[in-house]
């Protein structure tokens, strides 16, 4: 499993940002396949944005409402839309294929991290 993310780059605080992720050896047609993101800023343990799977997506709590986790037609590939971003969104996103579920939150059982991209939320 290959993942490879693009669209990272510097905001300002209250802007928007679209990340994208590209699976290899990966489908969401797979079953409860999920692809979603993780992220990890200077100084603190990587923590869980979200997933997308075709039964629900996830989002964890300090991003409800902000954030957006959508998947095209070709199920490799999976977005992270941000919106309001604030200072304290700032971190490396890394992308991940796993199973949906707790699991998947807590990072257990991925199968494939991305290299990561930087994301800064900075006037």
């Known amino acids: 499993v290959q993942l490879v993310e693009s669209g990272g780059g510097l905001v300002q605080p209250g802007g928007s940002l679209t990340l994208s992720c590209a699976a290899s050896g990966f489908s969401l047609d797979e079953r409860h396949a999920a692809i979603g993101w993780f992220r990890q800023a200077p100084g603190k343990e990587r923590e869980a944005v979200g997933y997308f799977s075709l039964l629900t997506t996830y989002y964890a709590e300090s991003v409800k409402g902000r954030f957006t986790i959508s998947s095209g037609d070709a199920k490799n590939m999976v977005y992270l839309q941000m919106n309001s971003l604030k200072p304290e969104d700032t971190a490396v996103y890394y992308c991940?294929?796993?199973?949906?579920?707790?699991?998947?939150?807590?990072?257990?059982?991925?199968?494939?991290w991305g290299k990561g991209t930087l994301v800064t939320v900075s006037s």
């Open positions: 991940a294929a796993g199973e949906m579920g707790s699991w998947y939150v807590r990072g257990i059982g991925i199968k494939g």
